[in-house]
């Protein structure tokens, strides 16, 4: 079993910058592919971010790809997500999930995780 706790969310003008982290409690973290999923009002729950159990290999969503980091420190099982220049429709509750089976791939798809955080709102204006 795993548990996350994701923070860092805020209000921020356009063109600022958040840090998230989601910090991982339980038996696994470092063996486990992790992403970042987050959520608009009144719409789905969409991809951001995904990372590899080891931090080698990372996949962005188009809409965050070149503003959006993600990494993790497996040593004090927390993963980030830096997100630069923001805009107004990255407005959202984001979320951190993780992947139930060791060592398997990152995935875009929510299904793929098994375990997920509360969520942590991020308000950006204009």
């Known amino acids: 079993q795993v548990q996350l706790v994701e923070s860092g969310g805020g209000s921020v003008q356009a063109g600022g910058s958040l840090r998230l982290s989601c910090v991982a409690s339980g038996r696994t973290f470092s063996n486990n592919a992790l992403g970042w999923f987050r959520q608009a009002p009144g719409k789905e729950r969409v991809f951001v971010a995904a990372i590899n159990w080891s931090g080698g290999f990372t996949i962005y969503a188009d809409s965050v790809k070149g503003r959006f980091t993600i990494s993790r420190d497996n040593a004090k099982k927390t993963a980030y997500l830096q997100m630069n220049s923001l805009k107004p429709d990255d407005t959202a509750v984001y979320y951190c999930?993780?992947?139930?089976?060791?060592?398997?791939?990152?995935?875009?798809?929510?299904?793929?995780?098994?375990?997920w955080g509360q969520g942590t709102q991020v308000t950006v204006s204009a």
């Open positions: 999930a993780a992947r139930g089976r060791p060592f398997s791939t990152y995935s875009t798809g929510s299904s793929s995780y098994d375990y």
